[in-house]
């Protein structure tokens, strides 16, 4: 199989909020008064149970005074961005929660700003992606997969629960980019989220299915899936019988990252508070309990760092969908 260059992107971005609020040291070890915590969607989903997890773990370790919430839908999350924008000065005491699509939907300019245009916090959690087949499924590893697609492309198909273009497909197509395969000729089917995309690789319809890391490692504990290979430098301990796809040959590694953003012009001191904060929950069994909980994976970069993983995921994402046709 051919080996290439690490093709795919880390990222991370942060949570905010909505109200002006102090941030002070006290004896007591806490770090922060309150944390107003906004969050781009309904509540229940991913960037809801960060941002409440985070909340949780910070209140409880002492760590913070108090957190507050504010679920903001609209506009892939642009609403959120918008109004923290707009609102700079009174949200000095917010943080925004954010994941990937702040930089695939800023690509696709389904909103006008992108992570530039926010104080750049740190990234908290991720999930990795996985490239999973049906448990009776005669392949058994991602050469057996390439192997299958080199012989019947068309036949070869991979599933999603995501749009042409949405993160599992950009997931499958950088997979199969470093795998030596051009992916603008692999074949993608999109479902209305990852229900029906199992649905349709259980039935014969898709040869493979791209997914999140948790929620593969949750079907192949109910024994419904095989995972052929996951986007992580090293096996992941929450199924460390799932291989890399480094191990097998295939130089790429993929993060879906959630983390923090602030308002724009948030004073150097009150963002580096933040980031200090967040790295010592860390610490916490307050918050190994939070992740434990949700199956995460810690993945914290803050500053400068956090900047350079962006900046990298936005060029390799960008280049993989202008390849695709979809920039």
Same mark, same amino acid.
């Given at each position: ?30 770090? *922060? =008064? /309150? !944390? ?8 229940? @989903? #991913?960037?809801?149970?960060? +941002?409440?997890?985070? %909340? ?124 030596? *395969? =051009? /992916? !603008? ?8 989220? @990852? #229900?029906?995309?199992?649905? +349709?690789?259980?039935? %014969? ?123």
């Amino acid at each position: 199989m051919k080996k290439s260059r690490n093709r795919s992107p880390w990222i991370f971005a942060i949570s905010g909020a909505i109200l002006s609020m102090a941030v002070s040291f006290s004896s007591t070890g806490q770090m *922060v =008064d /309150s !944390i107003h915590f906004l969050i781009p969607g309904g509540a229940g @989903g #991913g960037w809801d149970g960060t +941002a409440r997890g985070t %909340g949780e773990a910070l209140t409880k370790s002492g760590l913070v005074g108090k957190s507050s919430y504010e679920n903001m839908s609209g506009g892939g999350g642009g609403k959120a961005i918008g109004f923290l924008i707009e609102n700079a000065d009174s949200n000095h005491g917010t943080m925004m929660v954010n994941s990937t699509p702040i930089v695939i939907r800023s690509l696709t300019g389904v909103f006008p700003h992108n992570f530039r245009d926010l104080a750049l916090i740190a990234g908290t959690i991720g999930d990795y992606a996985a490239i999973v087949v049906a448990k009776d499924s005669p392949l058994n590893s991602m050469d057996d997969l390439i192997s299958a697609y080199n012989s019947d492309p068309r036949g070869t198909a991979i599933g999603g629960g995501s749009v042409q273009g949405g993160m599992d497909h950009l997931v499958a197509a950088m997979v199969f980019e470093a795998a030596g *395969v =051009d /992916s !603008i000729n692999v074949k993608y089917v999109a479902y209305d989220a @990852g #229900g029906k995309a199992m649905a +349709a690789l259980l039935s %014969g319809e898709i040869a493979a299915l791209s997914t999140g890391f948790s929620e593969a490692v949750a079907l192949a504990n109910a024994g419904e899936v095989k995972i052929l290979g996951v986007t992580s430098d090293a096996r992941v301990a929450a199924f460390e019988d799932a291989p890399t796809m480094k191990e097998q040959g295939i130089d790429t590694m993929f993060v879906n990252w959630r983390g923090f953003f602030g308002a724009p012009g948030l004073p150097e001191e009150t963002t580096a508070m933040y980031q200090e904060v967040l790295a010592k929950m860390y610490e916490t069994q307050e918050w190994e309990e939070v992740r434990a909980r949700n199956g995460w994976v810690n993945v914290h970069n803050s500053g400068d760092d956090f900047r350079m993983f962006l900046e990298n995921q936005e060029r390799v994402i960008g280049d993989l969908m202008r390849k695709l046709g979809f920039l």
